[in-house]
């Protein structure tokens, strides 16, 4: 009565087509999956989010330029 059950969770998916991600390629099903993944982020595809820099920090890079 002690079985473990596996149970398929997200992280176990393909973060780019949804399929079995596979152990040598991890989070990835295939290589090309992993070359789309990696020239979506070469192309700027993916980006991180941020804030405008604060006011002084532009003040500061004026002066620099002298």
Same mark, same amino acid.
């Given at each position: 009565?002690? +079985? %473990? %059950?596996?149970? !398929?969770? &997200?992280?176990? $998916?393909?973060?780019?087509? #949804? !399929?079995?991600?596979? +152990? !040598?390629?991890? /989070?990835?099903?295939?290589?090309?999956? &992993? $070359?789309? $993944?990696? #020239? !979506?982020?070469?192309?700027? #595809?993916? &980006?991180? /989010?941020?804030?405008?820099?604060?006011?002084?920090? +532009? $003040?500061?890079?004026?002066? +620099?330029?002298?």
């Amino acid at each position: 009565m002690n +079985e %473990k %059950k596996t149970t !398929k969770t &997200a992280s176990s $998916d393909c973060v780019v087509c #949804g !399929k079995p991600a596979d +152990e !040598k390629y991890k /989070p990835f099903c295939s290589k090309r999956c &992993a $070359d789309r $993944d990696l #020239g !979506k982020w070469m192309n700027e #595809g993916y &980006a991180i /989010p941020a804030s405008e820099p604060p006011e002084y920090l +532009e $003040d500061l890079e004026d002066e +620099e330029e002298f």
